[in-house]
């Protein structure tokens, strides 16, 4: 309800602003509509899916002089919108592409953005008989209403569109996948294919915003290429707000109207107090005008929301196989082998803990097992299935399930907000144990305050509510109290009982590994040397040599 008064009023506004403004202030309004529509765009790569792009007027420059050279050279209209529309997604798609497939994506993404925009000022500039070179070109305006109107519309279809995708079961997997990619794939998203669509579609919408900037600029010319645009639009999204729609508008419209005002006889000034205004926000404000609101709003809980949306269980078919068969499993860093051949099967329902002395194998093995590690040589088989190229979440989509040393959860979301993303894709609705039940009805805090138990309650709670066959776990007691431990250890048996899935556990502490374990396999400089039960291992020659340091 809040919701519709806040978009009512700007839009009752926006409908009836010919009637009362005169037409330079209408225009300088389009003008910062587009410009708003420009910014909406680039939130959606650098506010929603966390990728931070220093060039985006490469994108709403190909939309401007899209309709700038339709014009000057009688193309049609429709085939030049078209055009650009696809050369934008195009560029986007090899950009996200090449800056998601490196370890820190935001050093490829701000370069190639940025070259790219440079390269097409350039070509701007140079092939001045198309072009118009460093004159650019003029477009013709239809009237001064007539341009509102139509920008106004198409600004307004936009953004609608773009709400419904942020709304909508992607758009909870791109609040997942720009916040904490690892635990995203861990619930079987496709982190990189969920954030080069978000990309694209932010190009998209920023060549949208250019091809209305034309009529309304009256003049497209190189510079619409530039990095002075590409920083402004940055400027406005950080004023306004990242993740919100009212918040760039409404700092694209008032910045530059300022700019019409003001820049135009007091320019240098009109730049200093815009950089003042600026560091003050970064400063003072990170979450901008938008995010200070909703904060204020939201007091105390978790100021991102999941969109709510029902759950569509994936199909995974039933098998006799082993959970997990692994075979002469070998890697190596350099010239270090860390795992050298190692035999391991894991079958339903039993628990195999993994124990060995530090820098044996045992978290690479995990690492390897997830799919976060490819190994050198060996197979690997997940439920029947060879898994071994297959990445994090389609591996999770066959039905594994992971903690880590580090418990990893959407730090920005409720307890509930997590638990509910967890379940998204789950095969079957799962009722969580009753230990958990007090975290998937928690709106009101924000996960990352939790405290390290808690969390580490949350984690489990989330790779329960996946409904997994097997679960990998690294030292899943660590930093915990001798109560909160022994909980866990029940909480863990009880699943496995429950469930009848399967669990492949690392563990140093003797103790937990005797409450957990159905079998215990030993590794030791990255070969399994003992298997069997609790008993067996540590009374195995071999083992006691190298583990426990014995004769
Ligand atoms: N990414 C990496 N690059 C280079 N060496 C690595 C990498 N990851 C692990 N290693 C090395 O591989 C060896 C095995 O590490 P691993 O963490 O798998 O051992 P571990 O048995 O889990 O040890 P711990 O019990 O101390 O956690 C160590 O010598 C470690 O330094």
């Not at 979450?287 to 995974?316: D, E, I, K």
């Not at 799919?371 to 999770?396: M, N, W, Y």
């Not at 998937?440 to 939790?450: E, F, I, K, P, Q």
Request: glycine fraction near 10%; charge should be neutral; include cysteine.
């Amino acid at each position: 309800m809040r919701g519709a008064v806040f978009f009512a009023v700007p839009a009752v506004l926006l409908a009836a602003a010919p009637f009362g403004l005169s037409a330079f202030t209408l225009a300088v309004l389009t003008l910062g509509l587009t410009y708003g529509l420009f910014a909406y765009g680039l939130d959606l790569a650098w506010g929603r899916a966390g990728m931070l792009s220093i060039g985006h007027a490469a994108f709403f420059g190909l939309g401007a002089y899209a309709v700038a050279l339709a014009e000057k050279h009688q193309w049609p209209l429709a085939v030049a919108l078209l055009s650009a529309l696809v050369a934008g997604a195009m560029i986007a798609l090899v950009i996200a592409r090449i800056g998601l497939a490196s370890a820190v994506p935001d050093a490829p993404l701000i370069l190639l953005t940025l070259g790219v925009g440079l390269l097409l000022q350039k070509a701007a500039t140079s092939f001045t008989p198309v072009t118009g070179g460093p004159n650019g070109l003029t477009v013709s305006d239809p009237g001064v209403v007539t341009t509102y109107y139509r920008t106004l519309v198409v600004a307004a279809v936009v953004v609608g569109l773009g709400s419904w995708l942020v709304r909508s079961r992607f758009g909870a997997q791109l609040i997942a996948a720009a916040r904490n990619p690892e635990r995203a794939e861990q619930t079987g998203i496709d982190t990189v294919r969920v954030r080069t669509i978000a990309f694209v579609v932010s190009a998209t919408v920023s060549t949208i915003a250019g091809t209305l900037y034309a009529p309304v600029a009256g003049l497209v010319s190189p510079p619409v290429f530039g990095l002075a645009l590409s920083t402004s639009v940055l400027v406005w999204l950080a004023v306004g707000g990242r993740e919100s729609v009212l918040g760039p508008f409404l700092a694209a419209v008032v910045l530059t109207a300022g700019q019409q005002l003001i820049g135009s006889s007091w320019q240098s000034w009109y730049l200093l107090g815009l950089a003042a205004v600026f560091i003050l926000v970064v400063q003072v404000l990170p979450g901008g005008v938008a995010g200070a609101v909703r904060g204020w709003l939201r007091r105390g809980r978790a100021a991102v929301t999941l969109p709510r949306v029902r759950h569509r269980p994936r199909v995974v078919s039933a098998t006799d196989e082993p959970a997990l068969v692994l075979q002469g499993i070998s890697k190596s860093f350099g010239p270090v082998r860390v795992l050298d051949g190692v035999d391991l099967t894991v079958t339903p329902g039993r628990c195999v803990c993994l124990i060995g002395p530090n820098g044996a194998g045992k978290s690479t093995l995990l690492a390897v097992v997830a799919g976060q590690l490819a190994a050198d040589a060996g197979t690997l088989r997940l439920f029947g299935r060879d898994a071994a190229a297959l990445p994090v979440h389609a591996r999770v989509r066959l039905g594994l399930g992971r903690m880590f040393q580090i418990p990893s959860v959407i730090a920005e979301l409720s307890p509930a907000d997590n638990i509910r993303l967890a379940r998204l894709g789950a095969p079957a609705e799962i009722e969580l144990p009753e230990a958990y039940q007090d975290l998937a009805a928690d709106d009101n805090t924000v996960a990352g305050s939790l405290a390290l138990a808690d969390r580490r309650r949350l984690e489990l709670a989330m790779v329960l509510s996946g409904a997994p066959r097997l679960v990998l776990l690294d030292e899943p007691a660590a930093g915990l109290g001798p109560d909160d431990a022994r909980r866990l250890v029940s909480a863990l048996r009880d699943v496995i009982a429950n469930t009848g899935c399967a669990m492949l556990v690392v563990e140093h502490d003797m103790d937990i590994v005797r409450g957990l374990a159905d079998d215990v396999a030993a590794l030791h400089h990255g070969r399994v040397i003992a298997h069997g039960s609790m008993d067996e291992v540590v009374a195995d020659a071999a083992v006691r040599q190298a583990y426990l340091g014995a004769s």
